[in-house]
Structures are given as C-alpha cells and as structure tokens.
C-alpha cells in the first residue's frame, strides 16, 4: 500500500518537474537560450581554466550547481526534465529521496565559483524540485580568477568574463589614462588580446623607421589616434552602427579593419578606409537584415509549435 502511495507520488512528482520545465520553455520562447541548462564545455572554452584540483568530498548548496558535463540538453536552465524518457530514472531517485534512502554523491566541477555535474543530474534535478539546500558532492576544481555570481543566465556570465577582460586590459595597459578613451567595449570575449595584437604591430612598423625604439605607451596613444579613431570615424559617417544593432562601435572596428585588410589584399593597398566602409556597409548590413528575418521567423514557428503542444 505505501509503495502504491509513494508509485503515485513520484509519478506526481515528475509531471510537476516536466510542467515546470514546459511553463518555462513558454515564458522563453522568444529567447530560448535563456532557458537552457549551461554547458560546462561552453564555460571551460569561455573561462579558459589552468588546471584541475581534486577537492574530494564536499557539502555543495544546490543552488550553486548551474550545469552540466553531458546532459545540459536534458534539463533545462532549473534541472527540470525536458523529456518524458526521463521519467523512469527519475522517479527511481525521486523514491529514494522520499524514503530517505542515501545515494552515491555526485561528482561536479568547480569552475568559477559554480558548480557543473559530471555525474548525477537526475539526483539534482529532484534535490531542485523538493527544495534540498544541500546536497554530498566529489568536486574537482577547475582553477579560474574569474568568478560568476549565481543566478547569472549564460549571456549573463560572458558578460561577466568580458568585464574582467575589460579590466584586465585597462589595467595592464594604463590604455584608458594614455587616451582617456574608457569605452573600448566589446560584445564577445577575447577580443582585447586582439586589440593588443593590432598594437603589437603597429608599434612593430613605427619603430622601423625609428633609431631608437618606442615606448609601450606611445605605441598605444598612436595605434588609437592614426589606426583606431579613423576607423571609427568611417563607421559613424556611413552610420553602420545602426544597421548592425547588438554590437558594439569597438566591435565593427575589429569587422572592419579586418575587411578593409582583406580588400587591400585582393585591391592593392591603395584602397582607401572611405571606401572599404562603403563596401562594408552595403554588403554587410544587407547580410545581417536577412539574418534578422529568419531569426524573427524562426522564433514564430516556435510560438506556433508551443501552442500546438
């Protein structure tokens, strides 16, 4: 009689666990992505960590464990179950947690202060949904100096990693007491090694008509008053920042520099930066006007599907 009772419980269980996850789905239809569970590959290409440690057995709060190794299209972004073909499994844990049976840890990745199952998402998935604070975990930590704050969505923490390369950057560098420019912002990680690469070479090709080899910090206030500011300059007299919107005016510098490199190339190096900026906008921004239709098309037939559901 009780095993019927609790039968009809885990049963219960799971349907609330799968509504979740389908009200969420819903309320996210037009950005999905929010609702998705982190990858830990994704973090770990984006967070670049040096080395592992092995911290052994811990007490992690479940409220810090944000993704997953394998199974981050399973769950969704709160560990609730995305498909019915989990239920069998997940209702064999759900029973054990409601008869207090203890279970192996799981195993989890430290990465940035956030926790990443490796092994044992059905057993997080149900300590979310019956409200566990805690719960045994074999952590081994991936070392970082970037750290997230709960809660974050993904964009979120690529935000968080672009600040911190932000700083990295200005502090490094002394770029923003060398030109007073504080608004070198870019909208994906790892464009400041870039921007100090392009400063890199171009301190190269000053100092080989030099006798005496210039400094760092008039490398940089050259490189951003003869290379940056032009091109900056082109891109607001062609208005190409309001034709790409998400990004940022340091973006289509990189977008189009590069461009302008490439047509030097097939063009001779007289093509003139006025007229790569032309190009570019004619090209480009036509490019991303019809990505911007397919995007919008593809979140309706998404809404009509979830209607249809």
């Known amino acids: 009689m009780a095993r019927t009772y609790l039968s009809t419980q885990t049963d219960d269980d799971f349907n609330k666990a799968r509504n979740k996850a389908l009200f969420n789905e819903i309320q996210h239809f037009l950005n999905p992505e929010e609702a998705t569970l982190i990858s830990f590959s994704d973090m770990k290409k984006l967070l670049k960590p040096r080395n592992e440690v092995y911290k052994g057995m811990q007490v992690v709060p479940v409220s810090l464990i944000v993704g997953s190794e394998g199974r981050f299209k ?44 490796r092994d044992g998402n059905h057993r997080v998935s149900v300590a979310k949904l019956q409200g566990v604070e805690n719960i045994d975990a074999e952590v081994v930590s991936l070392q970082s100096e970037i750290k997230l704050k709960p809660g974050s969505t993904k964009e979120q923490m690529i935000k968080q990693v672009i600040d911190y390369e932000k700083r990295v950057f200005y502090n490094e560098t002394n770029f923003g007491d060398i030109t007073d420019y504080w ?25 080989q008509d030099k006798k005496e080899e ?8 050259s490189w951003f008053s003869n290379v940056y500011l032009p091109v900056i300059k082109a891109i607001e007299k062609y208005r190409i920042i309001r034709k790409l919107k998400g990004h940022t005016i340091s973006d289509l510098y990189l977008f189009l520099i590069k461009y302008w490199d490439e ?21 480009y921004t036509k490019e991303h006007h019809f990505q911007t239709i397919k995007n919008f098309l593809a979140k309706l037939r998404m809404k009509k599907n979830l209607q249809n559901c």
């Not at 210039?214 to 206030?221: E, H, P």
């Not at 190339?265 to 004619?282: V, Y």
């Open 214 to 221: 210039i400094q760092m910090d008039q490398a940089i206030l």
């Open 74 to 117: 399973d769950f969704d972004n709160h560990f609730f179950p995305k498909s019915n073909f989990l239920k069998s499994r997940w209702e064999h844990v759900d029973m054990a947690h409601l008869q207090d049976i203890s279970l192996p840890p799981i195993t989890l990745y430290e990465l940035g202060g956030l926790y990443f199952v």
């Open 183 to 207: 608004c070198l912002d870019f909208s994906t990680p790892g464009q400041y090694d870039i921007i100090y690469n392009h400063i890199l070479i171009h301190k190269y090709y000053i100092n």
């Open 263 to 283: 047509l030097k190339q097939k063009f001779g190096n007289d093509f003139s930066l006025d007229k790569a900026a032309e190009n570019f906008k004619n090209e």
